[in-house]
């Protein structure tokens, strides 16, 4: 946890050092991406990514770095159409009510944190696609808990741009940006094991992610979806997955929980979420992703409120400190992020405003 709070500490100081070059560079980065239908983003962020790293370097960086790369177009296009491909994959299967939504949310942050990496590894390292690819996955899989958390956390502060419009893109845009660069020169140094994945996994992987795939398509021809039942989308789409795949998912009789390969996901809090972390009592529980096997390592809750981001941050940072907690703090403006740790256990509390109401995130991880 300690990753994501030093890293944005460290990318908003270089973001107020560098305001109008990356301000600027975001901007071009993301007119050109808008305008090619998001066949340039390749070139254009790994542009972006090298002016970051020289940033870093505290060398001299210049706006035309995000037209240098252009020369690697090809080599970023398979990443970019496989990526942004298995993107809009999710986004049908986020149509199914519950299940749906919560692996929307789950695979998310991971494919944001794959393309980064990848176009990363090209750009600078001129490695090749497949190669850069498979060396993404394998980083990630080294620490998938804390990096999925944190490229969850750099998603929602450039998020916040696109809500708030000419202020918030200003202000969260290319911080997020730069919270992505840290992780990457932090990771590009390091040598990961080959990550492989046992063949049947990914077979059962794969047919399940079929089947739902299927059952979102059949949601959007059919008109089903968000607004229907929540209770027959999900013990109907947890009969075929089980059928198909051959593993036992568990249902509640409220059809609001399931548990698949010793992961369990759900609406309410988890069962033994700890009683020492206080639930915001304005506040409605979306769901829940649980630690594998029941464990709380790994989890994330979330939660939304109409309550104001400040209000929601005043009274965790109080209820934390008063139950032991020690706790360290972040006010970004609109966005909020608020670290503790207690013993052996440590999260991160995202409060993160929306047009109509606020999300809060507690992400848990316990040694």
């Known amino acids: ?16 050092k560098n305001f109008s070059l990356l ?6 980065a993301g007119l050109i991406t808008f305008l090619s239908l998001g066949l340039l983003a390749g070139p254009v962020l790994g542009g972006f990514l090298l002016l970051g790293v020289k940033l870093l370097r505290g060398e001299k960086g210049d706006l035309n770095e995000i037209f240098t790369h252009f020369d690697q177009f090809l080599s970023t296009l398979m990443p970019t159409l496989l990526l942004w491909g298995a993107g809009v994959v999710f986004y049908i299967i986020g149509v199914i009510p519950v299940i749906g939504r919560i692996t929307n949310f789950v695979v998310s942050p991971v494919l944001f944190l794959l393309y980064f990496l990848t176009i990363g590894f090209i750009v600078e390292q001129k490695s090749e696609p497949l190669q850069a690819l498979k060396r993404s ?11 999925w958390l944190y490229s969850l956390v750099m998603m929602i502060i450039g998020g916040i741009g696109f809500i708030l419009f000419g202020v918030g893109v200003i202000l969260t845009v290319p911080v997020g940006m730069m919270g992505m660069v840290l992780v990457y020169r932090q990771l590009a140094v390091v040598e990961p094991f080959p990550f492989k994945p046992e063949k049947q996994i990914v077979l059962k992987g794969g ?17 089903f979806g968000r607004m229907s039942s929540p ?16 593993q036992k998912i568990e249902v509640d009789q409220k059809g609001g929980r399931f548990k698949l390969g010793g992961l369990s996901f759900g609406s309410g809090l988890p069962e033994n979420f700890p009683k020492d972390i206080p639930v915001y009592p304005q506040a409605e529980v979306d769901g829940f992703i649980g630690g594998k096997d029941g ?14 981001a400040a209000k929601i941050y005043d009274y965790y940072v109080k209820n934390l400190e008063d139950k032991g907690w020690v706790v360290t703090s972040q006010d970004l403006g609109e966005m909020k992020m608020i670290s ?13 405003p929306n047009a109509e109401q606020c999300d809060i995130i507690i992400g848990l991880t316990m040694e």
């Open 1 to 16: 946890m300690d990753m994501i709070v030093k890293n944005l500490q460290q990318s908003y100081r270089l973001y107020l």
């Open 23 to 28: 301000l600027l560079a975001s901007a071009i």
């Open 137 to 147: 996955v394998a980083c990630f899989a080294m620490d998938w808990v804390q990096l």
């Open 207 to 223: 047919i399940a992610l079929s089947a739902l795939l299927v059952i979102g398509i059949v949601c959007l021809l059919f008109g």
């Open 231 to 246: 209770t027959l989308s999900t013990s109907l789409t947890s009969k075929i997955i089980s059928g198909i795949t051959g």
């Open 295 to 308: 464990e709380l390592s790994g989890s994330t809750t979330i939660l939304t409120s109409k309550d104001s």
């Open 340 to 352: 503790f740790q207690k013993d052996k256990r440590s999260g991160v509390i995202t409060i993160n």
